[in-house]
């Protein structure tokens, strides 16, 4: 498996005044992060995304600085091959608005290790942070700084033209703009260089097509037909077809969750096609707002088939439903999952810190046992047995008495049927049934007796037995 993040650290970066650690295992999972709105979800990527672009970019870095702490950001990652990267920085003196010098921080390429500079530069250049307010970008395709200006200049910036591979779109179109400015009398080369860029840039929305729209149908459950041209530089030309009827005016035909899922099946499709990186990441940044909930699944189901196993996948929400579906639609075996945190201090030159919550109820409760507080490791053990007994029965499509839905049920009906489905697991199912009467029944209230400290813990222990029986039947 290629090389794959498994520890991001941040610290003194937009919210982040603190270290906060981010872990993806030593066998760098994949990672959903559930946040509410402020708590540092996209500023997660952000940082990120600037570490990698640091290996080959200038880029200032004041405006990155915590504001309360005021020091220089940090950012460093591990790798699952024991790379420990950090991020590079430098001051460089620029002259202010009367003429004055100061100090202004900013990334340092040239000081990057180059025993690590390619593995940065090669996910630097297959790597954007895809994010609602970006994909919805599409209402404004007319405009050369929207649409385009992501899917173009961003998105396909490093694709490298054929049939040499030497030169990437970015720098051809640099090149463009270059011309126009030391040349603007030398039409014919201008002319010749646009329709190069155009004719390469047709050539890949031809490439994606078939993909593109076979994923726009499972993201809409929907007839519709996209294609996508360059005609100018600066803009996108785009004919959509619904129920084989020309739309003309799309902002007129189609809803938001229908320009959702063109926005996130085209950025998927060219990612699917022609990223060939030997590292991978995929940042997807809260882009299923304007999707129906029943309208996710199908994303989840196409990251699974087809970017799962080559991709590592970062995924933030701040709906916590969607994140509770992921956390029990998605293999635990392959996925983590995180929560951000905002807490208050009484500090009032620091108001606020965010932390990241592991979201692995188990956890939870081991570390409230460790703390002392068991009626709250208690409450965590029984929360994960009912996840995984729903998720079990869901995932089996076990019927309970011609019942529909699995979460109107009683978790007991729900216990009986999947008792009577897992294959011998009869003595973990009694050691259930003894810790269930005990404490993972939400009628049962705390209990003082010095025993409740070794109930509690064997309780935890028999859910973790539980969970891999599980884990292995749904295999």
Not at 325 to 334: A, F, I, P, R, T
Request: positive net charge; proline residues 3%; glycine residues 4%.
């Amino acid at each position: 498996m290629p090389d794959r993040i498994k520890t991001l650290k941040i610290k003194n970066f937009k919210g982040f005044a603190h270290e906060i650690e981010i872990n993806f295992t030593n066998r760098g999972k994949n990672l959903v992060i559930y946040g509410n709105n402020g708590s540092g979800k996209t500023s997660v990527m952000e940082a990120l995304k600037l570490l990698l672009d640091s290996a080959h970019q200038e880029i200032e870095v004041e405006k990155y600085k915590n504001i309360f702490t005021g020091e220089n950001p940090e950012i460093m990652i591990e790798t699952t091959d024991s790379k420990r990267i950090n991020l590079t920085l430098k001051i460089q003196k620029e002259k202010d608005s009367r003429g004055g010098e100061k100090d202004i921080l900013f990334t340092d390429p040239d000081n990057v290790d180059p025993n690590i500079k390619p593995y940065l530069e090669a996910l630097s250049r297959s790597t954007s942070i895809l994010s609602y307010r970006g994909i919805m970008k599409i209402y404004d395709i007319r405009t050369d700084e929207d649409f385009y200006d992501l899917f173009v200049r961003k998105i396909m910036a490093y694709y490298l033209i054929p049939p040499k591979k030497e030169k990437t779109l970015i720098q051809e179109i640099e090149e463009l703009e270059n011309l126009k400015k030391e040349s603007p009398r030398a039409t014919k080369r201008i002319k010749g260089k646009e329709d190069s860029i155009k004719d390469e840039i047709n050539k890949i929305f031809s490439e994606i097509k078939d993909k593109w729209n076979e994923y726009v149908k499972k993201l809409t459950e929907d007839n519709i037909e996209i294609e996508c041209s360059i005609e100018k530089l600066g803009s996108l030309n785009f004919k959509i077809k619904w129920n084989d009827r020309d739309v003309r005016n799309i902002l007129n035909y189609l809803n938001e969750g229908r320009l959702n899922a063109i926005s996130l099946g085209l950025f998927l499709s060219y990612y699917e096609r022609f990223n060939t990186s030997p590292y991978k990441l995929l940042l997807l940044d809260d882009v299923v707002i304007g999707l129906d909930m029943n309208l996710r699944i199908p994303l989840l189901d196409m990251l699974k088939s087809d970017f799962e196993s080559e991709y590592q996948i970062i995924i933030s929400t701040f709906d916590e439903n969607w994140f509770n579906l992921m956390k029990n639609y998605l293999d635990e075996d392959k996925w983590e999952f995180s929560r951000l945190i905002i807490k208050d201090t009484d500090n009032h030159s620091l108001p606020f810190l965010i932390g990241m919550e592991s979201a692995d109820f188990l956890q939870k409760a081991e570390r409230y046992m460790r703390e002392g507080d068991m009626p709250a490791a208690a409450l965590y053990a029984r929360l994960e047995f009912e996840r995984l007994v729903t998720k079990y029965a869901e995932k089996k499509r076990l019927k309970i008495k011609f019942r529909k839905k699995i979460s109107e049920i009683p978790i007991s009906e729900v216990w009986n049927e999947v008792k009577d489905n897992l294959s011998r697991a009869k003595t973990i199912c009694k050691r259930v049934d003894t810790y269930r009467s005990i404490l993972l029944n939400p009628a049962v209230h705390y209990d003082t007796r010095p025993k409740y400290k070794n109930d509690v813990k064997y309780a935890i222990d028999v859910v973790k037995k539980l969970k891999e029986k599980i884990a292995k039947e749904l295999r």
